[in-house]
């Protein structure tokens, strides 16, 4: 059966994801997630010069699926403190119900290689749209005046916490997530 390049490269990054969420990012084969997709390595090979470039690129769906499925489209409304809860929240049950692709999320290639400039210019979506929080929050409340620190703030505690939840060293309680959000962004602005 002979493939169009575009719907080949989909399915690679399917099964790459697939691939992910059952054996971790560290683990997965080249070989496994091509005869997954019905296709050859040497296919693979064609579309993605290399396994970091294929992790960078399956990095770019999950964001997008992150996105969509954790944070707010709107940017959470009218408040920044419930839409960044709202991410925490959804980003630490997903660590006890999908770890593995949680840990690609948080520590695979893609924010190492691409989080400053966007791989091919282009920023992760989910990147994206939490700055886009974090801009709001440094407009609404007292203690927020630098976006790039509080994102910095807000992503380091979300993934150290959801580490710590996942090789259950500490019980995940909401309670944290508020403390330490009131903490990052003290009072709104009247």
């Not at 925490?88 to 695979?108: A, H, M």
């Not at 990147?127 to 509080?150: F, K, M, T, W």
């Not at 505690?157 to 019980?171: E, M, N, W």
Request: net charge negative; proline share 4%.
């Amino acid at each position: 059966m002979v493939h169009s390049a575009a719907d080949s490269e989909r399915r690679l990054l399917a099964e790459t994801v697939k691939a992910i969420e059952r054996n971790g990012y560290m683990n997965i084969s080249l070989r496994d997630i091509a005869s997954s997709a019905g296709l050859t390595t040497g296919c693979l090979y064609r579309h993605f010069p290399d396994k970091e470039d294929l992790l960078v690129r399956a990095g770019y769906v999950v964001s997008e699926d992150l996105a969509r499925r954790v944070v707010p489209e709107d940017g959470g409304g009218a408040d920044a403190f419930d839409a960044l809860l709202h991410v925490g929240v959804e980003l630490l049950s997903l660590t006890r119900t999908d770890p593995n692709l949680v840990d690609f999320f948080f520590y695979g290639p893609l924010y190492a290689k691409a989080a400053k400039s966007g791989y091919g210019g282009t920023p992760p979506l989910f990147l994206s749209r939490i700055r886009a929080i974090v801009e709001q929050a440094c407009l609404q409340y007292e203690h927020a005046g630098d976006p790039d620190l509080l994102l910095t703030q807000v992503w380091s505690f979300i993934q150290g916490y959801s580490l710590l939840v996942r090789h259950g060293t500490v019980a995940y309680d909401e309670r944290s997530l508020v403390i330490t959000l009131r903490d990052f962004l003290g009072a709104r602005r009247h």
